[in-house]
């Protein structure tokens, strides 16, 4: 039973460029959240999918958005590239109705 | 509001218990989690507690919460190497329509020979 998977697994970009991660769910979860870790912080809500719908969204820029496919899977787009969006990229994936989501291994994006 | 508290450093020898702390804000919190993050990793899941609990036990975990004063410990009997790693706590509260986790800063283990 195949867990969280991400891609890739790390990015280098530059500022003002885009940049598009992926995110496969585990097996029978309908639900996926994204997140970003700074250095030395704790993961930082940014939004989540369900049912091909953004439902909630933490406090960031529209330059962050996303899209959930009809098999669950997830992408998170980040448009105009700064320093600042330097950090590891978590994606979680839970069933609709579970509070418990578990995390992938994570997307290391670099902006220089 | 929502806000999570953990110290930021914990070292133990091999063999100890480690305790780690965590203090919350939301008394609206449904499930309280503890994750644990290796190097250059993502975040494995550890435990959990529904908030209605006081303590929940799993194997070498043990969770014990005070919601009166909204604290949250994390107990590891037997410390081993493996163990050095960072600890994050998280709330979850149901908004009805969706839950986020709110993680705290993490509590850095070293667990020492």
């Known amino acids: 039973d195949a867990g969280v998977t991400q891609s890739p697994t790390h990015l280098i970009k530059t500022r003002g460029q885009q940049v598009t991660l992926r995110c496969s769910p585990k097996s029978g979860h309908d639900t996926v959240s994204w997140y970003q870790q700074a250095l030395g912080q704790g993961p930082q809500f940014i939004f989540q999918?369900?049912?091909?719908?953004?439902?909630q969204r933490g406090n960031f820029p529209d330059r962050f958005s996303g899209h959930q496919f009809p098999n669950y899977s997830s992408e998170l787009n980040v448009n105009a590239l700064l320093l600042g969006d330097s950090a590891l990229y978590l994606c979680?994936?839970?069933?609709?109705?579970?509070?418990?989501?578990?995390f992938g291994p994570g997307t290391r994006l670099t902006v220089l | 509001g929502e806000d999570v508290e953990q110290s930021l450093f914990l070292s133990v020898r091999e063999g100890d218990s480690s305790v780690i702390n965590c203090t919350y804000t939301?008394?609206?919190?449904?499930?309280l989690y503890w994750y644990k993050q290796e190097p250059g990793a993502g975040l494995q899941l550890l435990t959990y507690i529904f908030s209605n609990m006081d303590m929940k036990q799993d194997q070498r975990l043990t969770v014990l919460l005070n919601k009166k004063d909204k604290h949250l410990s994390l107990r590891i009997a037997d410390t081993q190497t493996g163990d050095s790693a960072i600890y994050f706590c998280a709330e979850t509260y149901d908004t009805g329509t969706a839950s986020k986790l709110t993680f705290g800063t993490g509590t850095r283990l070293q667990v020492t020979l």
């Open positions: 999918y369900y049912e091909e719908e953004e439902r």
């Open positions: 979680a994936s839970s069933l609709s109705g579970s509070d418990t989501q578990y």
């Open positions: 939301d008394s609206s919190s449904t499930y």
